[in-house]
């Protein structure tokens, strides 16, 4: 079984300042993980995904993500937030091999970006 | 434009009714995926189907049937039975890069 924690379901940042969202997860399997972001009465759009490669993964509109096995995290991180920036982000695992479910997503976390 | 495309945007059901929602893609997708999302929730799995003509429940099946009976095409009927159906639908679908893609989404009410 897998799940996924998001720590903070609401941050938020100034206009011009570092982003932290923060994710923890669990599986039995060496994971899959991703981030997506979601604006209001949209569809979720794909930022990242990290599948066993290079630790450290970038995504579009400057979002970046380091997967650290030992602490069981993949936060994402942004070095300076735009007012754009301001949505819901969801942290993802997937599921072990062999299961058709793919996918558990965490609560998710509401990014607001102040002027 | 390839894309998962959910129709209609907005939708509203009255008392004992059964509605349906549109869910196409032109990926050449296998699987496809059916999420209910709730305020403040993240996403719960409803249906997913890996191939035509099967499917299988996710977490919160009841009130809820869904057909595939093209790769195209996962239609979802939120049945009477669903006595709490007010929600944001969200269909996707799963790329051979373990990606999924999602549509912009229905957001159903009650009447």
């Known amino acids: 079984a897998q799940s996924v924690t998001q720590l903070d379901s609401h941050v938020s940042v100034s206009e011009g300042t570092p982003v932290l969202l923060r994710c923890n997860y669990s599986s039995s399997y060496s994971p899959s993980l991703f981030w997506y972001v979601q604006h209001p009465n949209k569809g979720l759009q794909l930022l990242l995904k990290?599948?066993?490669?290079?630790?450290l993964v970038k995504g579009i509109n400057g979002f970046e993500a380091e997967f650290k096995k030992s602490e069981t995290s993949f936060h994402l991180t942004k070095p300076s937030a735009h007012m754009s920036d301001a949505a819901e982000y969801f942290c993802v695992v997937t599921a072990g091999p062999g299961s058709a479910r793919q996918l558990t997503f965490g609560s998710g976390t509401q990014l607001t970006v102040l002027p | 434009d390839g894309g998962i495309t959910q129709s209609p945007k907005y939708l509203f059901r009255k008392e004992g009714q059964n509605v349906t929602l549109s869910c196409e893609q032109n990926l050449n997708h296998d699987a496809m995926y059916w999420y209910r999302q709730d305020p403040g929730q993240g996403l719960r799995l409803i249906y997913y189907s890996q191939i035509v003509n099967d499917f299988q429940k996710g977490d919160i099946a009841e009130g809820y049937s869904v057909s595939r009976e093209k790769k195209e095409s996962f239609p979802l009927t939120v049945t009477s039975a669903q006595k709490n159906p007010t929600a944001f639908y969200l269909c996707a679908s799963h790329s051979f890069q373990n990606i999924q893609y999602f549509g912009a989404g229905t957001r159903l009410s009650v009447l």
């Open positions: 990290y599948t066993s490669a290079a630790t």
